[in-house]
């Protein structure tokens, strides 16, 4: 775990890298429309998305395994009827 600069906010290693576009995207925004900025803006949106739904689907598989581990667990065996 990692601490930002408010020491605010805590954040896990896996998340830096979604830190880190969200910084440049904010830095980009605080700079206003320029010349290739809303070009930038745009590839570093998409990247951001792409490392969200690559980052946060290993837990929804996970999830979903779970799930069915559970769903097995809850079924009846025939020596328990």
Do not use: C, H
Request: no cysteine; glycine share 6%.
């Amino acid at each position: 775990m990692s601490k930002s600069n408010s020491g605010a906010v805590a954040t896990l290693d896996f998340e830096q890298p979604i830190v880190e576009i969200e910084r440049q995207i904010a830095a980009l925004e605080a700079r206003g429309e320029g010349e290739g900025v809303s070009d930038e803006l745009a590839t570093l949106y998409a990247t951001r998305e792409t490392i969200l739904t690559k980052t946060y689907s290993i837990f929804l598989r996970g999830r979903q395994f779970e799930s069915l581990v559970i769903q097995r667990v809850r079924r009846p065996w025939i020596m328990s009827i």
